[in-house]
């Protein structure tokens, strides 16, 4: 007769718990069946058995498999192969434990370039839903970790694929989770990446007071480098926003971003190049934006970025100004 038993534990003493095995095992031996546990140690610990491995009821066997054979994959440099089986197992809809999680987030997260405007050399559309995923474990596990690690991750594969307002969403989260570190260099930079989501819908407006507080939080953490960054960011925001006479007042502070930031990404060393030239432009001084812009695409012409090209037009319709002038 098969019967089941529903044992409900909350401060019970441990030996009456071990009773109660200890009876259903005896209970499913006299009637000739194995008692088979989810758990591998515990399967062994009754049974007299060797460890080799999880048993076939364990729900990460899969997964775990997969994640194996991605960082086999990727290891051998097979990269839009690794793309390809991380889409597979997103589509297999199978649990994640937090191993997983971590292990995942390390091997795919090189993949999505943490800058913007990057050239991808692979199509990472299909990583988003399987980050995703990790970041959903990880909030439900309230693993602030891998909530850090995952997010990060997870903002710039919605910000590259132009999803703003979603990589807005987890950055919110992320500044949460880092309020309660007390981590206010991460706060800085995540607040001047939370405005740059505006910026790159042009909307400056919005984009200005992120980086303000950016760069009033770097300046308190004596962070050169990216104070200037963040200044940068919210010149360009006053530019766009047509307010050059606050800009006009700040010049001398605009042509020392350069030295501040000849050790940044190229991507950031470029904009005091930009900043000086639209300055130089409004001022009619076509001439001196032209040298200006060039400076800049020389600066990050090796940055595998589409700056370049974004650069160039500006350059273009600067080049195209000047022609125009001379008739």
């Known amino acids: 007769m098969n019967r089941s038993r529903e044992i409900t534990i909350e401060d019970s003493d441990l030996r009456e718990l071990l009773g109660l095995l200890l009876c259903v095992l005896i209970e499913q031996e006299m009637s000739g069946k194995k008692l088979v546990c989810d758990d591998e140690p515990l399967d062994a610990f009754l049974h007299g058995a060797e460890t080799n491995g999880p048993t076939v009821a364990n729900l990460f066997l899969m997964p775990a498999a997969y994640v194996d054979n991605i960082q086999k994959l990727n290891a051998e440099g097979h990269t839009h192969k690794v793309i390809a089986m991380a889409a597979e197992l997103t589509g297999k809809d199978y649990p994640l434990s937090l191993k997983i999680c971590y292990d995942l987030v390390r091997i795919l997260a090189p993949l999505i370039p943490q800058y913007p405007k990057p050239i991808l050399l692979h199509d990472i559309t299909p990583l988003g839903p399987l980050f995703e995923k990790i970041w959903s474990v990880a909030k439900e596990t309230k693993d602030l970790v891998l909530q850090e690690g995952s997010g990060q991750v997870l903002y710039r594969w919605y910000e590259h694929h132009q999803s703003f307002k979603e990589a807005r969403r987890i950055l919110t989260a992320l500044m949460d989770v880092l309020q309660h570190k007390g981590d206010s260099i991460s706060i800085a930079f995540l607040t001047n990446n939370y405005g740059f989501e505006y910026a790159l819908e042009d909307r400056w407006q919005e984009a200005m007071p992120f980086f303000q507080q950016a760069a009033e939080l770097f300046g308190r953490n004596n962070d050169e480098m990216n104070h200037a960054n963040a200044r940068a960011n919210f010149f360009m925001s006053k530019i766009e926003c047509g307010d ?4 006009e007042q700040h010049t001398e502070e605009l042509e020392n971003l350069n030295k501040k930031l ?52 500006y350059l273009a319709s600067l080049i195209e100004k000047a022609q125009g002038s001379l008739f």
């Open 244 to 247: 050059f006479t606050f800009v």
């Open 262 to 313: 000849e050790n940044a990404g190229p991507w950031q060393k470029r904009k005091p190049w930009i900043l000086l030239a639209k300055i130089e432009e409004h001022r009619g001084n076509i001439k001196e934006a032209i040298r200006l812009a060039e400076s800049a695409i020389e600066t990050v012409s090796n940055s595998a970025t589409k700056y370049p090209e974004l650069d160039g037009e």
